[in-house]
């Protein structure tokens, strides 16, 4: 056989989320040399100096959680006939209209809490195109680990519940993918990339872990922590794969000190899992 039918061969075997997550075990191995299996990892971290009180990260989260979903269940109650995309569309615009008020609420409550106001927060505009391709590397580094948590997940879940066990699609993928109409692929898709990774990373990586690293004055522990709460958030056959990602988001919160690389991380995570399904990988 020679090369080019070698090359051939291999091609037709090995697929393009093989060496996405060769290339990403590759980084992760990297990072655990360069920095002794991770202690050394944060020894350069500051805190971000703020005086929040405890309560004031529960604000903007009970409002995402629990005002705006509020909402979307009474829309629901006044508008029983519409057709289902159609009350979906309506659903996502309240969801964008909602989690743009608490971006706006988040905003107000850092400016008045945090030394430095937005950029004490982790938020400058000069540093986008750095945490952007930062965020794309630290993403590829964690997602074979992501997808190792959802095949011990589907795994364990086939032992306990039977073979006819499957991790639960997250709503937003089921939606886009039983509509083809192109507003509500629209909306949908400024939700997920959007509106939702910016609202929860300024809730769980600003707020939180900025909060809980201030109470227990260490960075891993805080970045555990948030990432616990992150998980248990969402359904349960999510929370193994999500706690990994959750731990990378407060890592690049940390290590950077921009709240900017938790989002595009979270954002391309997302999209990420949007386009997987609407090409049927």
């Keep these: 056989m020679n090369i080019p039918e070698i090359i ?17 075990l590759l980084l992760f191995a990297c990072w655990l040399l360069r920095t002794s299996l991770g202690r050394n990892a944060l020894a350069d ?16 989260l009970f409002i995402w959680f629990g005002a705006v979903s509020l909402a979307v269940s009474i829309t629901r109650e006044f508008l029983p006939d519409l057709p289902a995309w159609q009350a979906s569309l309506f659903d996502h615009a309240l969801l964008c209209t909602g989690g743009t008020g608490v971006i706006a609420v988040v905003i107000l409550l850092v400016r008045a809490h945090f030394a430095r106001r937005l950029k004490g927060f982790g938020l400058n505009a000069k540093t986008v195109h750095k945490d952007f391709f930062a965020g794309l590397v630290n993403l590829l580094s964690i997602w074979p680990l992501v997808m190792a948590m959802i095949i011990l997940t589907t795994y364990f879940g086939k032992l306990t519940s039977g073979q006819d066990f499957q991790i639960q699609q997250h709503e937003e993928l089921i939606i886009i993918t039983a509509h083809s109409q192109l507003s509500l692929r629209v909306l949908i898709i400024i939700t997920a990339v959007v509106i939702a990774p910016v609202v929860e990373e300024m809730l769980f990586r600003g ?17 555990i922590l948030t990432s616990v709460l992150f998980a248990l958030l969402h359904p349960w056959t999510h929370w193994p794969a999500l706690f990994v990602l959750a731990m990378c988001l407060g890592y690049a919160y940390e290590k950077s000190g921009s709240l900017l690389r938790p989002i595009f991380i979270h954002s391309l995570f997302n999209a990420a899992s ?5 090409c049927g990988v």
């Design 8 to 24: 051939k061969e291999l091609t037709s075997v090995i697929t393009l989320t093989d060496i996405i997550c060769v290339a990403g």
């Design 45 to 60: 971290s500051v805190p971000r100096r703020n005086n929040m009180p405890l309560y004031l990260p529960f604000i903007p």
């Design 207 to 223: 707020l939180f872990q900025s909060m809980i690293r201030g109470l227990v004055g260490r960075a891993w522990l805080a970045i």
């Design 274 to 278: 949007i386009i997987s399904v609407l």
